[in-house]
Every structure is written in structure tokens, then in C-alpha cells.
Nanobody, 119 residues
Framework: QVRLVESGGGLVQAGGSLRLSCTAS????????MAWFRRAPGKERERVLD????????FYADSMKGRFGIFRDLAKNTMYLQMNNLKPEDTAVYYC????????????WGQGTQVTVSS
């Protein structure tokens, strides 16, 4: 069983930055594919990106490329989402998720962290 704990959300003005973290326990990141999702008010959940056990990354929205970055600290078993030049439309609850490497479905979820970007 993998437990995921997120932190780092908050209120920021447009153009600002935030760094979200997701710390896993129960398995090491080198055996997990991880992902960030977000759910904006009144919208469906949106997949932001995947970061695979081998460090490969897939972005799912062009609007985030160049603004969002991902990195892992394997010693801390933590994944970080660096968000720069934030826009009001980035306002959402951000969730990290995990699946054993090589499997299909993300079946472990964090509790979510709220990001609010004011204009």
C-alpha cells in the first residue's frame, strides 16, 4: 500500500510561483509511476503530467509546458511540481497519484492541495 501526502498549495497572485510536493511511503519512487492531476471548480479532473519510474515525463496540456516543471528527490521519496507564471485558470485542487511501474491505472491518491491564483 502506497501512501501519498501532498503539500505546498496556497494563494498566489497571477505570475507567481508555487512548488507542490508529494511524498510517498510504502514503496520507493523508483518502482512507481507518478502523476499530477488537477480539478478546477466546475470542471472534470485534468491530467497534468506523468513522471515514470525511470524519470521520463509526459505532459498532457500544452498550456503548462514551459511553465510547469517536475523533479524527484529519490532520497526523500518525494516528487515536486514547480509551477511558474501561474494564471487564474490554474486555480484547482491538485492531486498526486501513483501506480506500480508497468501497470495501467493510478490507484493510489493523495488528499489534494488547493492552489488559488488571483488576478
Amino acid at each position: 500500500q502506497v501512501r501519498l501526502v501532498e503539500s505546498g498549495g496556497g494563494l498566489v497572485q497571477a505570475g507567481g510561483s508555487l512548488r507542490l510536493s508529494c511524498t510517498a511511503s510504502g514503496r520507493t519512487l523508483s518502482t512507481l509511476d507518478m502523476a499530477w492531476f488537477r480539478r478546477a471548480p466546475g470542471k472534470e479532473r485534468e491530467r497534468v503530467l506523468d513522471v515514470y519510474s525511470n524519470g521520463g515525463i509526459t505532459f498532457y496540456a500544452d498550456s503548462m509546458k514551459g511553465r510547469f516543471g517536475i523533479f524527484r528527490d529519490l532520497a526523500k521519496n518525494t516528487m515536486y511540481l514547480q509551477m511558474n507564471n501561474l494564471k487564474p485558470e490554474d486555480t484547482a485542487v491538485y492531486y498526486c497519484a501513483a501506480r506500480p511501474s508497468g501497470t495501467m491505472n493510478y490507484n493510489q491518491w493523495g488528499q489534494g492541495t488547493q492552489v488559488t491564483v488571483s488576478s
